[in-house]
């Protein structure tokens, strides 16, 4: 992390917007909850990640050639156009996003899910697909 999380608030605090959006610690947070619930002042840390990394996404204020927030864009993609996602393709679109060199060091293990059947190519499809985009009108902002 480049900022710690009390940093991170403070930062928010006085209007550092620039700062906290374009660092990485925003995009580190594991989401675990567990800063929340040791929190002496009851600071809601995980909920304000999420603002921040949506915040971020809007504005495409995140590091460079980063991929956490390409994957969250790629995953809201197939999940509104095919109603699942597919792990391959989302990974797949992720890395030529970000860093197609990546796949290199995913190619060992990739093969050997695909060997065994623990991973498919196949992208399915929900049933009434047509219907999502109603749902997902909310959820929009956060992959724009």
């Known amino acids: 992390m480049d900022f710690t999380p009390r940093r991170v608030i403070a930062l928010v605090r006085e209007g550092f917007r620039a700062d906290v959006l374009s660092c990485q610690t925003i995009w580190l947070c594991a989401s675990c909850y567990s800063c929340a619930v040791h ?5 809601h840390i995980t909920d304000l990640m999420y603002s921040l990394k949506r915040e971020a996404i809007r504005h495409r ?12 864009r790629e995953f809201y993609e197939l999940v509104r156009k095919r109603g699942r996602n597919s792990e391959i393709w989302l990974v797949l679109r992720m890395a030529l996003k970000s860093n197609p060199f990546i796949l290199l060091n995913m190619a060992k293990y990739g093969f050997s899910l695909l060997r065994t059947g623990r991973m498919s190519l196949r992208m399915e499809r929900i049933q009434r697909v047509e219907e999502l985009p109603k749902e997902l009108n909310g959820m929009k902002e956060v992959a724009s």
């Open 39 to 43: 929190c002496p002042q009851n600071v």
């Open 61 to 72: 204020m995140y590091p460079a050639r980063f991929p956490i927030p390409v994957l969250a």
